[in-house]
């Protein structure tokens, strides 16, 4: 089992910066990828970026440029940093972890990111 608990989330302006924060517990030699998703009112579930144990960060399109995605293996931490937000970028973000070769994906309980115009 992993535990993922998120810390970061507020309120913010447009144009204004959040920085996200995701500490794992647990079995946590077991995972592979960590992440963020995001689910914003009314809409599913998206990713927002994810990294390797490596260190090779993957963006969706809509945050590219704008988010960077950094992961401390001795911390066990995963962060995003939120530049330039916008008011689509509001939703609840969730810090995921990918477990190696069983495929099972832990979620943490999610923190709220308000951007308004």
């Known amino acids: 089992q992993v535990q993922l608990v998120e810390s970061g989330g507020g309120s913010v302006q447009a144009g204004g910066s959040l920085r996200l924060s995701c500490a794992a517990s647990g079995s946590i030699s077991s995972i592979n990828k960590m992440g963020w998703y995001r689910q914003a009112p009314g809409k599913q579930r998206e990713l927002v970026a994810d990294i390797t144990i490596g260190g090779s960060p993957n963006y969706s399109d809509s945050v590219k440029g704008r988010f960077t995605i950094s992961r401390d293996n001795a911390k066990n931490t995963v962060n995003l940093q939120m530049n330039s937000l916008k008011p689509e970028d509001t939703a609840v973000y969730y810090c995921?972890?990918?477990?190696?070769?069983?495929?099972?994906?832990?979620w943490g309980k999610g923190t709220l990111v308000t951007v308004s115009a």
């Open positions: 995921t972890a990918l477990q190696y070769g069983t495929g099972v994906r832990y």
